[in-house]
Every structure is written in C-alpha cells, then in structure tokens.
C-alpha cells in the first residue's frame, strides 16, 4: 500500500502572491515502487458549485457554465525513476506516474492565496458605522396590522467595512414596539454572480445566522453586534469581469406570532408578516493584522 | 457463744488518724509558689500524654495565626485565590441545588432531542408526525409540553457530560464541541422554574469541563511541538507573546467556532466557558467580558439573563486579574430586569403574584453572588466609586444619594459592604431602605440587616443614636407584630448594650399592644423568644427582667417550644444565685414552673424535657421561705399538687420537707406538729415515687428524722414501709441492673445502722425487723449468695452492737435507746444470740452451696472478718473460722492479700494457740 501526501509549510495554508508555495510531498511505502516520474500541480479556477438542496436558475445552468480557470501550472519535479520503500520526503511536489498497470499516486491540497489589500482594494478599512434605522415605514412588505398600527422602532449602527479575520461589530437598540419582540437575528448573505452570455447569473445564499437578542428585550438597551466571519464560507469581495462574490448583511426582526410557528421550515430572510428587516452590503477585505500573526 | 465486748470511743481514739493543721486549703488557687509551675512543665514534656483539655487549645492558637498571616499579607498568590474561588463556587453549586430540589416532575415546554433518547424519542417523531398531518395549531401548541421526571433529566445530563468527555478522548472534539452546544442549548428553557438552578449548576459543570479540556490542549500545543519536543514552559503569568503560531491558530479556531453558534445563549455559554483562553490571543482577556456582559442583554427572560450573569462572575474569577467594571454593569442590568419584572403592567400579562415571587427568589442567589465578587477584597475607595457606578452614591463623600434601589439588590448590598461603611453611613443608609420600597425584597428585612450590620462593629454614638431614634420611629408604623419583631431583633442588642432604656420600654410596649391585639402565631413566638432572650441574658438579676414593663404580658402571650426555652432560660437564671426568698418571685416562678410543666409531657419525657424537669426542682429545693416555715411547707404541698407527674420533683418534695422538719427541731420542741405535718407529708409522698430504691432511701432518710424528733412509732412506721418496699421489689421490677442491686444492698446496710438507734419494741420482740430484714434472702429472687452473706453480716453486725452495753452512737439524749432499756437484760442479749447462731448456721451453708469456687472463698473470707469482729473467739466459734478459712484456702490462691489480712486478724483475736500454727502441716 503506498500513500502520497502534501504538507505545505503553513498549518493556515495562506500564501501570498510574491512568496513561494513552500512544502514537502511525503510518499510512504511498504516496498519500493518504480515511476514515471513526478509532477506537481497548481490549478486555481472558479467554478460554480451546487450544493444539495439549492434549486432554481443555477441548477439548470451547471452543465452550461465551464469552469473559468485563473492559473494552471505543471511541474515535473523528478523523471522516471525508483523511491525506495519506507518514508521518503522531497521539497516541494505531486503526481506519480506509474505506468498503464498501475493508478497515479496523486494528492490534493487546498491552499489560499491571500493578497495584500493594496492590490486587490485600495479603499482602506474604515472604522466608520453605517446607521440603521428600522420601523414599521421603512419596511415594503405588509405587516401583521397590530404590527402596522401600533409600531416600532429599532435602531443602530454597524461596520459594513470588514477585514475577514475581524468581526462585524456594531450596536442595536430597541426604542419601542408594541408588539413583543421573538428574536433579532443578524444574516451574512453571500450573493455570487457569473456572466453568462449576455446575462448575469446570480445566487444569493444565507451562510450565517447570529442572533443578538431572544426574546423581547428591554426598551431603549443597547445591545452589540458582534458577528465572527465563518472563514471558510468567506472571502474578500470580488469584482472581477466574468464573476463577482459580494456579501450583505440584514438585520431581521421576527415579532411574537401565532403565525410565525406555522412556518417554522421558511427561509428566515423571506419578508412575512410578522418580520422587519434592513439589509446592509458588506465590502469584505483581507486581513490587515495578518502580520502580527506570521511571524 | 459469746458477743465479744466493744469500746467504741476506745476504739475510735486509737484507729484515728493523727490530724494537723493546714496553712493553705488544698482547693484555693495556687499562689505563686513555683512548685504549681514546675508540675505544669513536666505535663509537657511527655509527647505521648494526649490531654484532651490542652491540646484543642493550642491548635486553635495555631489555627488564629494562621488567619491572621493570611490577613496581613494582602497580596495572596494567584494560585490560592483560584483555589479559594474554587471552593466557593462548589458551595455555592450545593447551596444552589439545596435550595430549590428538584420537583418530581419537570415540565419542558419544548423536549430538547438531547434530552429524549430512544423509545421516547420515537414516541415524539409519530406525534410530530400525526400533528403535521392535522396541521392544527392550537393542538400543536398543547402537545408541545412533555414531562419527565427531574432524575431522569439530571442522569440524562450526567450521561451527556460522560458522552463529551469519551468523544474528547477519541480525539472526536468536534462532537464533544456539538454535544456541548446542545447542553448549553437546555438553559434556554427557563418554563421548568424550580428546576432551572440545578438544571444551570448541571450545564455550568459540562461547559467548565469543556472549558478545562480545551484550555488544556491548546496549553499543551504551546509548550510542546508536533513531535512531542518541550518549546516553553508556560508560567502562571505568562503572555500572549510567548504562545506560538499553532496554538494560537487552534485558538483562535475555537472561538470561531463558538461564535458561529446561531442562537445567543449556547453562544455566550460557550465563549464563557473558553474565556480564560483569550489569553493566548491577547494579553486584556478581560475585554472580552465587556463586550460578553453587554451581549446578555440580549437574553430577555429574566431568569435565563440573571444566570447568565452569574455563569460569567464565575469564569471571569478564572482570569488573572479582573476589574468589577463587567460585574457592576450586570447588577445595574439585573436592577432594569427586577424592576420590569415586578411593574404591574408585566404582571398583568398572566403572572400570578407567586410565580413572581418564586421568580425573584430563584434570581436572588445570583444577585448574591456577584455582590460577592464586587466586594472581595475592596477598599474603602473603590466602595466609593462601586456605589457610584452603581447609581447610588454621588461622589465619593455622599456615597448614599437620595436614588432608590431595588430592594433585593440592596439587601445583597448591605450584605457585603464593609462595616466601616456601613457604620458611618448607617442614618443614609436606613433612609434609602426606608425609600427602597418594593415588592422584589421585604423591606422590613432590610432594616432588619442593617441592624446586624451595625452589632458588627458598634459606630460612634451620636450615629448610632441617631439611626435607633429612626428605627424607633419606623417600628411604630408597622401594625404586623410580625413586621415589628423582624425588624426590632438586632436593635434590642444595641439598646441593651447602649443603655437605651426609654427605647427599651417603647420596643416592649410596641410588642405587647400587638400581641394583645390578635392572636398571635407560631413565627412571632419565634421572634419574641429572641427578644425575650437577648433581655434575659443582659440582666444579672431576674427582679430587674420582672420589673421591666410589659416583660410579664408578652411572656403570657407565648407559647410552645420557644415558651420553654424562655421558661428554662428564666429557671437557670433564677436558681443560680442561691436562694430565692421573695415571695412575690417565688410566685412568679411557679406560675412559670406550672407553664413549663403544662407544656411538656412529663410522663413520656425524655431528653430535653429532663432539662425542664431538673430546673423545676432545682427551683423548688431553692425556695427558702426562712422562719415561715408553714408557708413553705404549704408551698410544697402546692407543688406536689401542680407538679405532680415529675418523679424527680416529688423526690425533691420530701427532701425539702424533712429539710424544714430539722430545721424546725432546731428551735426546740416547740413546733412539734408543725415537724409531725412534715413527716407525713414526706410520708405521704413517698409511695408516688416510682423508683424502689429512691422510696427505700427516702423512707431511711424520713425515719431519721422521726426519730430526731422523737416520734418513735412514726420512725417505726417508716422503717415497716422501708421493709415492705423492699420485699415489693420482685413484684414490680422485673430485672434490676447490677446498678441498682448494689444500691439496695447499700440502703439495706443504712437501714441497718439506722436500727442501731430505734428502740426495741419488746411487744414484737427484739428481733422482730432485724428478722423481717432477714425474710428477704430467702423471699426474693434477685437477692444472689453473694448478697445474701452480705446482708447476713449486716445482721450479725447489728446483733453484735445492739448487745453492747454501750453503743457507738444515739438519736437524741431524750430517746432511750436500746443500751439504757435493757442494760443488764439477760434475756434481750440470749435472744439476740440465739438469732445470730441461727443467722450463722444459714451463713455457712449458703457459702458450702455456692458453686463457683472462688465466689466461695471470698464469700468465706468476709464471713470470717464478720464473725471475728463481733464475736468471742472461743471453742463454739473457733471451728466455723477454721472451716471458713479453710474453704477460703482450697479456692483461693495463698498469697491472697484478703486471706493474709484475715487470717492476722483471728490471730490477732485468738487468745491461745494461732490459728495459722494449728492448721498448717
């Protein structure tokens, strides 16, 4: 049985555009194989990917779009030769070819590339707050009638500007409402867009839910916003010709309802009677304190 | 036969000690000679000599320095004050669980799927099932209450914590985490009320373990490699700086993971149960809690908020250092949450009046605790500025403002604040309670603590006249004796110790106006013991208690078990002074004697009530009437009347009447009857007691007085009841313990020097109780050989010194006893004699019959002192001393220092040849 492996030099696997991709392929083996050599291989594309469960105007499309490749690069790092049996290690490399009889040995690493923010962004990550302010005139769908007629007010304020490895901070107060509060939840959206043709293709997904008050909280509290981005669901902002990724983020009041049990499953993020709500962009940008972190 | 002859002032002039006179009197504290001390060193200097008395003493020394180096050195290191909150917290978990137990039933308005495991859990899936197929939402609601019981629950959460740990240890630490959420989840229920402390202590034992498991881990990934190679040693104080790259990574890895939870309080939970990992990502940890403290606002329900709060007090106590800042914004968060809780306008939305009773006790503890961790270890200037913050003080000279505070809160408060504070603010601080009214706390408890407060450590005068003027004018408001009682209790200590006495009468006035004007209950009886207590133990002397107005009414008025106490605190008090002469007293006492027995069942008394028992008797053995010694007997015989069902009592009552009979006969013969009227009320008295022996003794004792004063048929009288009493014995005891046999035998042998000295009825004959007395040895089953040969000496005894021309001792030189009535009596001395020689015969053969052998020889040994000493040792007695000395030989060993001495004695006796000589081969 023999095994290929890559370890990359760092355990986060970030790596910027001017440094190299530093690691070792570990090959282990119980006897000593012969090969065709040994190839290492760096592909970085954007596809669309389909997640199960997700349906509407990308599914039918998936066959459609092709993969839009960024970078492919190939390597051979030996030519045809024999690896001993045990634990060999070489600097850098992947791919084993081994003859028609035998499967590649290959492996795979995912790695991240991270760029400084001057390249990518130039505005900087500004401190500023963007204010919100939600009541029952601001919202454009219908509202529950004692919701309409009897009011409330929600107000607050919240960094629409992040770096990734910071988290969305802000505050939030409820001024008044007449009708006792459920929850108030914070949603990061992340809406991906392909051009296709001559059409834009977007899909937006919810990937994080926060909440920031159960129940009907006391009147005129202020209470903070402290959302940690999920990394692995993120990445900084792209604008980029053929495909973009943008994030945005909606603060979603769901008031106390009998209806609202009957539509437990429902997309929280859909407008119903018994939720307001305001939604924010969020311009994500790579991390500024990355240095005090690899040293 | 002969009696052998006995001088017994010769006698006693020869065998008494020669006597000298003492400079010092033995029991006297010692002066300061040093031969005392000397004796006191050589008693430490023996390791091995454990005196139970000394060495407590010096370890409670030990164990003072102790306290006090730990007071002195203010800077006590990290690691013990960990271990101290450690241990608090583990109390307080238990005080936790103790004060509200788990109910049989929990209710849970939506059965977690951690909670449910298997069949039920089936149960509920086909519910869901059936239900969504009704899609009727009314139906819905209702079926979503389940209930389990609460045992069930807390071993279900014992299983998960187990479940955790197992997945930690499989290096599965992503369930572990998952597992962890759903537990944490569980608190979100606060619809269980009661249960929801021992659910918390629970879930905060599960997140404090996840907690230590990750801590220990990203620990052990900073200070080894990969391959297992040492890279540092992480101190106690160590900093962010020293931590490398991986751990940090692993870190920070946790915190994203905690902070993706989607639901606030699993997430908060989470991130409190991993903040002391904060400090391998930065060096202010603490900031984190500012941000946490603020977060739980979030947390609408009130129960669910308080406990949240109380969850992050205990784990901020696990960072190095720590400011109060977090702990003061959740109490002044609580303040907001109390005060929405007990507006009327939240009660109307369907919570009963209990329920939010029953809430605000169950957010009372963690209020506790926090104030706890504000006011560790604080000086008096950050109280200052922590009264402040908390929106009370204005500055830091008026640390008291005219803010009104929730009551429970500021209970806690006055609770923990320092005595210093409290004494110097204490007129300020009784004006925010007075305004601090509301429904969270009973106000009159807080008065109530200010008053403990203060006993602490007494304030200046001026102040605290000035709070107890106040505190008087509060009390007069209150129309609840309950209310008043509560709130006066602490304040009667300072106006005792103060003197205060115009306070003292309005406190007592106060009560008993409210105690007369409705019957009172079980919980006032409570307060006013205390009271009543604290008074009696600051007076000396108890005329002074009775001279005090209303004392006597509010005594009247209780009743129980505190009544008793009172009774019995008033007794002690009363019999300890010697005696009790004032008849207005006496009067008083026995009313509260007659309280005190209507209050205990003395016939089934065991116990405490032995207590009362004594007391009464003590009191009435301590009543001296003086010269009015009618009035005392009269006394006694209403005694006797009220107290009758004490055994004691009546043993007492005979006591004191043969007591007044001698002191009667003291002054002459003049008050005869009135001696007569005591005996035959001890008489009379005697039968009721149901002990045999005390009646034996007290029959003895009664006869002696009799015969004092001369009336020698009542002496007979006694001396025939003494002796049926005795022959009864088998009738009623069962079985008697060696105890009581031993004292009868002892009384037997009283009685019989008491016959010493009663004159011979010679109608009945000379021997008439001396053969009643010997009837017995055959008569009664409990009387064994042993005492049977006792007994019989006895009887030889009194034989031998009633023939005496002269006897050893006499009643009164009016009486005549037997020596003067039959002095020359031949047939007196022949009758003796022949009864003797009969006694004798009996004796030896009881010995001869005695099985065990060295029973027989000792048993032979004390009959031939007996027989020696009261007889002519001539050819008639010589043979039964040889035979007694040589059945004492064959069982007994040679050396036998109670043969040795007799055999010296019948040598001593023996005119002619020893008996020794004669029997040795």
């Known amino acids: 049985m023999s095994t290929v492996e890559i370890k990359l030099s760092r355990s986060n696997r970030i790596y910027r555009p001017s440094e190299p991709l530093q690691g070792k392929i570990v090959i282990k083996s119980s006897s000593s194989i012969f090969h065709y050599g040994i190839h290492l291989t760096v592909n970085g594309s954007a596809n669309l990917q389909v997640r199960g469960g997700s349906a509407g105007v990308v599914e039918s499309l998936y066959g459609v779009i092709k993969p839009i490749k960024i970078l492919k690069k190939s390597q051979e790092i030996r030519t045809s030769g024999r690896i001993g049996s045990g634990t060999t290690e070489y600097l850098v490399t992947v791919d084993i070819m081994r003859g028609y009889l035998h499967k590649s040995l290959s492996a795979t690493v995912e790695f991240i590339v991270e760029t400084d923010k001057a390249d990518l962004l130039e505005r900087p990550v500004s401190p500023e707050m963007v204010v919100f302010y939600i009541t029952q005139d601001t919202q454009r769908h219908p509202l529950l009638p004692e919701l309409k007629s009897g009011g409330f007010k929600v107000t607050g304020k919240m960094s629409t500007q992040c770096s990734l490895l910071d988290p969305i901070t802000g505050e939030l107060t409820v001024e008044a409402s007449s009708v006792p509060i459920h929850s108030i939840d914070i949603h990061l959206l992340r809406m991906e867009s392909i051009l296709l043709g001559e059409k834009i293709i977007s899909e937006t997904s919810l990937i994080q839910t926060t909440q920031v008050a159960d129940g009907d909280v006391c009147r005129n509290m202020t209470l903070p916003i402290y959302v940690i981005l999920p990394r692995l669901l993120t990445c900084p902002t792209v604008l980029a010709g053929p495909f973009s990724v943008e994030f945005k983020v909606s603060v979603v009041i769901s008031f106390r309802s009998e209806l609202s049990k009957l539509h437990k499953k429902s997309d929280p993020t859909t407008p119903r009677l018994w939720l307001a709500m305001e939604t924010l962009p969020l311009e994500l940008s790579v991390c500024t304190r990355r240095q005090q972190f690899i040293v | ?921």
């Open chain 2, 1 to 921: 036969m002969e009696f052998r002859p006995r001088n017994y002032i010769a006698e006693e002039e020869s065998h008494a000690l020669p006597r000298s006179r003492a400079d010092d009197h033995p029991l006297f504290a010692p002066s300061t000679s040093s031969n005392h001390h000397k004796v006191d060193v050589v008693d430490h200097e023996s390791h091995d000599f454990f005196d139970p008395l000394r060495s407590p003493a010096a370890n409670a020394v030990a164990l003072n320095k102790d306290v006090e180096d730990g007071e002195s050195s203010s800077t006590v290191s990290s690691e013990a004050a960990a271990e101290v909150s450690v241990k608090e917290w583990t109390t307080f978990k238990r005080f936790l669980m103790q004060k509200f137990p788990v109910s049989k039933m929990v209710s849970v308005s939506l059965m977690p799927d951690v909670i449910i495991k298997t069949g039920k859990a089936n149960v509920k899936d086909s519910t869901t099932k059936h239900l969504k197929e009704l899609d009727d939402p009314a139906n819905f609601a209702e079926e979503d209450v389940k209930v389990i019981t609460g045992q069930e629950y807390v071993s279900r959460l014992h299983e998960l914590k187990d479940e955790i740990k197992r997945a930690w240890t499989a290096e599965d630490r992503v369930t572990s985490l998952k597992l962890s959420i759903k537990v944490a989840r569980l608190l979100m229920d606060t619809s269980v009320l009661q249960f929801y402390p021992t659910l918390f202590v629970l879930v905060a034992e599960i997140m404090d373990m996840l907690g230590n498991l990750v801590w220990e881990r990203i620990k052990q990934k900073a200070e080894f490699g990969e391959d297992g190679s040492r890279l540092c040693y992480l101190s106690e104080n160590f900093k962010e700086i020293n931590i490398c790259v991986e751990a940090k990574e692993t870190c920070n890895n946790w915190f994203c993971k905690v902070g993706s939870v989607r639901e606030l309080l699993p997430r908060i939970y989470l991130e409190l149960a991993i903040l002391p990992c904060w400090r391998f990502l930065n060096d202010r940890p603490a900031n984190s809690l500012q941000r946490l403290v603020l977060m739980t606002r979030g947390l609408a329900d009130p129960l669910a908020s308080v406990y949240c709060r109380l969850y992050m007090a205990h784990c901020a106590r696990k960072l190095p250092s720590c400011d109060t800042g977090h702990l003061i914004t959740s109490i002044n968060d609580i303040k907001i949450l109390l005060t929405r809780v007990l507006s009327t306008k939240e009660a109307a939305h369907g919570k009963s009046v209990d329920n939010r009773r029953l809430l605000v006790s169950l957010m009372e503890p963690t209020i506790e605790y926090i104030m706890k961790c504000i006011f560790k270890d604080a000086s008096q200037r950050q109280v200052g500025t922590v009264l402040m913050e908390l929106g009370l003080g204005r500055n830091q000279v008026e640390l008291f403002g005219s803010n009104p505070c929730v009551s429970v809160v500021l209970h806690h408060l006055l609770k923990e604040l320092p005595t210093e504070i409290v004494g110097s603010y204490a007129v300020e601080i009784l004006h925010l309670i007075e305004y601090s009214n509301d429904k969270s706390y009973d106000q009159c408890l807080n008065y109530r603590l200010l008053g403990f407060r203060l006993c602490e450590r007494r304030p200046t005068l001026d102040i605290l006249n000035a709070a107890v003027d106040r505190i008087i004018q509060v009390v007069t408001l209150l129309d609840e004796l309950d209310d008043f009682l509560k709130v006066v209790d602490p304040y009667v200590d300072i106006i005792l110790q103060n003197q205060m006495d115009n306070h003292l009468n309005t406190i007592l006035e106060g009560i008993s106006e409210r105690a007369c004007k409705k019957e009172i209950v079980d919980n006032d009886v409570v307060g006013l013991q205390s009271i009543l207590m604290k008074i009696l133990s600051h007076f000396k002397d108890l005329e002074d208690v009775f001279a005090l107005g209303h004392f006597l009414e509010i005594l009247d008025v209780m009743y129980g078990s505190s009544r008793i106490s009172i009774d019995m605190q008033i007794l002690n008090m009363a019999t300890r002074n010697g005696c009790i002469n004032d008849p207005t007293t006496v009067q008083l006492l026995f009313e509260i004697c007659q309280a005190l027995h209507d209050g205990i069942d003395f016939v089934n008394s065991k116990g405490d009530d032995y207590q009362a028992a004594r007391l009464i008797s003590r009191f009435v053995l301590m009543v001296d009437y003086g010269a009015e010694m009618e009035r005392h007997l009269t006394f006694l015989v209403e005694c006797r009347g009220a107290f009758g069902s004490i055994n004691e009592l009546k043993e007492t009552l005979v006591h004191s009447s043969n007591h007044l009979a001698t002191k009667a006969l003291k002054d002459g013969r003049k008050h005869l009857s009135f001696v007569k009227s005591c005996i035959a009320f001890s008489e009379v008295t005697i039968p009721s007691i149901s002990d045999h022996i005390r009646q034996l003794n007290l029959y003895i004792e009664t006869s002696e007085v009799a015969l004092l004063a001369g009336l020698i048929s009542h002496s007979d009288g006694l001396v025939d009841s003494a002796i049926s009493c005795l022959q009864s014995v088998d009738l009623i005891n069962g079985s008697l313990t060696p105890v009581d046999v031993d004292g009868m035998v002892t009384s037997i042998q009283k009685l019989c020097s008491l016959l010493v000295i009663v004159p011979g009825n010679p109608e009945l004959g000379f021997t008439h109780t001396l053969k009643s007395i010997l009837s017995l040895i055959t008569s009664q089953s409990w009387i064994t050989s042993k005492i049977k040969i006792r007994i019989s000496c006895a009887i030889v005894s009194l034989s031998a010194t009633l023939s005496q021309n002269k006897l050893p001792y006499n009643a009164d030189l009016e009486i005549l006893s037997n020596d003067l009535l039959f002095y020359g009596d031949s047939s007196y001395v022949q009758e003796l004699l022949s009864f003797s020689e009969h006694v004798l015969q009996n004796l030896v053969e009881i010995i001869e019959q005695e099985p065990s052998g060295a029973a027989r020889g000792s048993m032979a040994l004390e009959a031939c002192n007996c027989i020696a000493a009261s007889f002519k040792i001539n050819h008639n007695i010589q043979p039964v001393c040889s035979k007694l000395i040589e059945t004492a030989k064959s069982n007994l060993s040679t050396n036998d220092a109670y043969l040795q001495s007799t055999i010296k004695v019948l040598d001593k006796h023996l005119p002619t040849s020893g008996i020794s000589a004669s029997t040795t081969i």
